[in-house]
């Protein structure tokens, strides 16, 4: 009887811990299965974005030249910002997929980083 006293709440820890691990296992896919979908939403999107962003900096700067200075000088500036975020959005495109397969990679859940 003594035996049982310190058998049963050993089996019960181990029972509890087996259900954790598989919880975990389900919640690392559903982490993994989320950054696949971020991933194709950031390749579907944003390149398309910063190709739309180098245009407009085109057409800004562009029309800014028939104003005055003043005008000039700000279509010069909005022009730069669509610029600079164009390229910003360009280095997010390249970028991301390489994060969200090491982090799926690193997640160790039933899928790999090839899953994606």
Do not use: H, N
Request: net charge positive; glycine share 12%.
């Amino acid at each position: 009887m003594k035996a049982i006293r310190y058998v049963l709440p050993l089996v019960l820890v181990l029972a509890m811990s087996v259900a954790v691990f598989a919880d975990a296992t389900s919640v690392s896919s559903g982490i993994s299965k989320q950054l696949c979908q971020l991933k194709q939403l950031i390749l579907g999107i944003i390149p398309t974005i910063a190709l739309i962003m180098f245009l407009l900096a085109g057409l800004v700067y562009a029309a800014g030249q028939t104003f005055g200075a003043e005008m000039k000088a700000k279509a010069q500036g909005w022009a730069m910002s669509l610029l600079v975020g164009g390229i910003v959005g360009i280095i997010i495109a390249v970028i991301a997929p390489l994060l969200v397969d090491t982090f799926v990679g690193m997640s160790g859940g039933a899928m790999g980083a090839a899953a994606c």
